[in-house]
């Protein structure tokens, strides 16, 4: 019986207990049989989450694109590794073998090595969901280098935030991107950005959208004509396990974003196990997730597990509803998907149109679903199921995090019996633990609680760039010896778990993570605005949208109500990105707030919700009676 690939409820039964028992033993057995390590490690696991130190596999060596594009080239060099589906449906759709990857990334490293990247080296990329993505991710790998993708839906400001706080040298970015019928000069942000941002030497340029750009002399390089010139044999720089793979940045609770540091080995084993399992991947099948690169969902599930495992993983360029809503169900016929992995608010927003565009289309290759980011309602959830995987294809919606790197909970499909908004059971070396307010562990079923892990797995990050302190106190001060999720979760008769959303500050919109503080940060910036507090509230295609309670300065001054709030969504735009900008603004003469100074945002969260007849107890707050006034206002 091998640990690596599940495929009876009884062999999960068997492999999570031994997991349990005997962690590095059952870690050491997958990570010996399926991966290419160029020295084997010393000690498997060595851990103290009060530090917090984690290192797994110590002292153990390998490239991990060797592992992802090397080591399959002699069974399958021309097998497609990336299947690469662009934004117009009349662009032709291109099949990158494993041997083009191999010869595509090496090229690219060896550009990189000649612009002085060396390893250790941080290089920011800023690129659309083209190829040179997936390849400029890899050839940093190649050579050691440190990638911190960006979200190319960032702002100019928060881009030169997130370079800054990881001091890049190299920007990798286009000259534009295509989102269904537009076009965006993401190079302009780039240009924008790089004003505040002195570090970075030179500016990599790939072109997609052949628009008229700017280039500055001495720093900034058309890619193309660099690769022309370039080797394609790179020989791989040799890691360490624990040496760092890439920063990905994930929102907080305070204003700044948290860079969350993956290494190398750990990571890699992870994610190539968890895909394989999750998704049941057999030799043939193509697999596609609908994420962005610039999420770690894109990381680990586009990149390197999917390519770890030797798969065809399909990369799209635009959005769902370019030429029109059918375009998801479109792509699966016409690349005959087998395994297709999405966002709850995706599903919700194609399930409002016409289900004629998805029974127009042939979906029979399909075998798996998947769900990520947010909680999956039910509605959504038989949607999927009967529409989409005619009630053939079972649904694995997984729970996992940017910090974890992989997925830590999920159904394994066809071992794992489904349940509706239910991520089921974890996945083996997975233990988590239910904790009550008062630190404790709520053991049994049919519990709730605040949902951490209780011992190390190998894809964890490592750290918070540059802030070690910030990871202790965010991750490991709530509970003693345990890794804080931020999520709270509830677990059934059977010992099925259901995420039921967070308990902090963060708030998921479309499956993406906000922080409150970085928008309020950006409304108070606004020279009318006095304070300002925001919160979630349920919209049945994002799941939450947000409504933001702003106080003015002097409320006699701004009568243009409408116009303040467009000001306001502006500025929110320009400092974060459009996705943070908020639904409902209530201007206000006053927030709620504890003596200790605190808004007390669980009350602004019902009140945006219409959930008033029970508002919990107010007789803590310093002003009790502007709540009344905010109700009175409410927006409807
Ligand atoms: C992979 C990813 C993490 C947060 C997480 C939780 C929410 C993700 C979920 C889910 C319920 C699921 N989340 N998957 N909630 N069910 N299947 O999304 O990473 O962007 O860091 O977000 O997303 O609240 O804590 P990230």
């Not at 989450?49 to 002699?74: Q, S, V, Y």
């Not at 409002?352 to 399909?366: A, M, N, P, T």
């Not at 562990?441 to 990050?461: H, S, T, Y």
């Not at 100074?597 to 008033?612: N, P, V």
């Amino acid at each position: 019986m091998s640990n690596y690939h599940i495929k009876s409820f009884d062999e999960y039964y068997h492999v999570y207990r031994k997991s349990v028992r005997e962690p590095e033993n059952f870690w050491e057995e997958v990570a010996e049989e399926h991966f290419l390590w160029r020295k084997k490690w010393d000690k498997v696991l060595s851990w103290d989450f009060n530090k917090p130190e984690i290192k797994w596999f110590e002292n153990a060596k390998l490239n991990i694109t060797e592992n992802c594009i090397d080591r399959h080239l002699h069974i399958r060099s021309d097998k497609t590794a990336i299947l690469w589906e662009p934004n117009d449906p009349n662009e032709p759709a291109e099949h990158i073998t494993y041997k083009d990857l191999y010869h595509r990334v090496n090229k690219f490293a060896n550009v990189l090595k000649s612009q002085g990247i060396q390893k250790g080296d941080r290089v920011c990329i800023y690129l659309p969901m083209i190829p040179e993505l997936a390849v400029a991710v890899l050839a940093c790998a190649r050579i050691g280098a440190i990638h911190s993708v960006v979200f190319a839906g960032f702002s100019s400001t928060a881009l030169a935030t997130r370079i800054n706080d990881s001091t890049c040298k190299m920007v990798i970015t286009s000259d534009g991107s295509y989102r269904g019928s537009k076009s965006i000069d993401l190079k302009g942000i780039v240009d924008a950005a790089l004003e505040d941002c002195p570090g970075v030497a030179s500016v990599l340029v790939v072109k997609r959208i052949d628009s008229e750009i700017n280039m500055k002399e001495g720093r900034d390089q058309w890619v193309q004509p660099l690769l022309d010139e370039a080797s394609d044999i790179c020989t791989p720089e040799i890691m360490d396990a624990e040496d760092p793979l890439f920063i990905l940045y994930t929102s907080g609770s305070t204003g700044r974003p948290k860079g969350m540091l993956h290494t190398t080995g750990g990571y890699m084993v992870y994610t190539a196990y968890t895909f394989k399992n999750v998704f049941q991947y057999r030799e043939d099948d193509v697999y596609w997730c609908t994420a962005d690169v610039g999420w770690i969902t894109g990381h680990s599930y586009i990149i390197y597990g999917p390519l770890a495992n030797g798969a065809t993983t399909v990369m799209f360029e635009g959005v769902p509803s370019y030429p029109d809503s059918g375009r998801f169900w479109e792509i699966v016929q016409k690349h005959k998907v087998n395994q297709f992995y999405t966002a709850p608010t995706a599903i919700r927003a194609l399930a409002k149109e016409d289900v004629g565009l998805v029974e127009k289309y042939d979906l029979s290759s399909l075998k798996v679903l998947g769900s990520v980011g947010e909680p999956i309602n039910e509605e959504a959830w038989h949607w999927y199921d009967n529409h989409v995987g005619k009630k053939k294809c079972p649904i694995v919606d997984t729970w996992w995090q940017t910090e974890t790197g992989g997925i830590m909970v999920s159904p394994i499909p066809f071992v794992t019996p489904t349940k509706p908004t239910y991520a089921t059971l974890p996945m083996p070396g997975i233990q988590p633990a239910l904790m009550d307010e008062n630190g404790e562990e709520v053991k049994g079923n049919q519990v709730d609680g605040r949902l951490c892990i209780k011992f190390p797995w190998p894809g964890m990050a490592r750290s918070v760039w540059g802030d070690h302190q910030r990871f202790k106190d965010t991750y490991f001060s709530a509970f003693e010896n345990k890794y804080f999720t931020g999520d709270g979760a509830l677990r059934d008769e059977v010992g099925y778990y259901r995420i039921t959303g967070r308990v902090d500050d963060v708030i998921i919109v479309s499956g993406h993570n906000l922080g409150t503080a970085p928008i309020e940060d950006a409304i108070n910036e606004h020279p009318a605005v006095a304070e300002s507090a925001i919160v979630g509230f349920p919209h049945d295609v994002k799941g939450n949208a947000l409504y933001g309670y702003v106080m003015l300065k002097d409320i006699g001054e701004y009568r243009d109500r409408d116009n303040l709030r467009k000001e306001i969504n502006q500025q929110i735009s320009d400092k974060i990105g459009p996705i943070a900008k908020l639904d409902k603004i209530q201007f206000v003469s006053g927030l709620p707030k504890t003596r200790s100074g605190k808004i007390m945002r669980r009350i602004l969260r019902k009140i945006a919700s219409k959930d008033t007849a029970n508002l919990g107890d107010t007789s803590t707050l310093l002003n009790p009676d502007v709540v009344e006034k905010i109700m009175e206002d409410v927006l409807v």
